[in-house]
Nanobody, 119 residues
Framework: QVQLVESGGGLVQAGGSLRLACAAS????????MAWYRQTPGKQREVVAT???????AYVDSVKGRFTISRDNTKNTVYLQMDSLKPEDTAVYYC?????????????WGQGTQVTVSS
């Protein structure tokens, strides 16, 4: 079964923190590079952070020093610790492998989790 279940989003004031979690099926998690993506209305989904199976991480410049991606290979779960949140971090956050898992030629995505940062 192919599954991605994101959780942990919510409404927070600027400067606050949230911790997102994503439970993935083994067929997606495996030894793949995993990533957190985010999307705002009218914009393309962007990669925010990535982590390899050996825990090597990378971040988009706008979140460096504020976000931390981690993974638990025993639980097929990837996390995103978000600190010092800014209003521009407001988005729906998704996790997936890199490249995104496909089913029938189309990218498969979970429901995502909404993060809203108020100023």
């Amino acid at each position: 079964q192919v599954q991605l279940v994101e959780s942990g989003g919510g409404l927070v004031q600027a400067g606050g923190s949230l911790r997102l979690a994503c439970a993935a099926s083994g067929s997606i998690f495996g030894l793949n590079v995993m990533a957190w993506y985010r999307q705002t209305p009218g914009k393309q989904r962007e990669v925010v952070a990535t982590i390899t199976s050996r825990y090597i991480t990378a971040y988009v410049d706008s979140v460096k020093g504020r976000f931390t991606i981690s993974r638990d290979n025993t639980k097929n779960t990837v996390y995103l610790q978000m600190d010092s949140l800014k209003p521009e971090d407001t988005a729906v956050y998704y996790c997936n492998s890199v490249p995104a898992r496909q089913i029938g030629g189309n990218d498969y995505w979970g429901q995502g989790t909404q993060v809203t940062v108020s100023s």
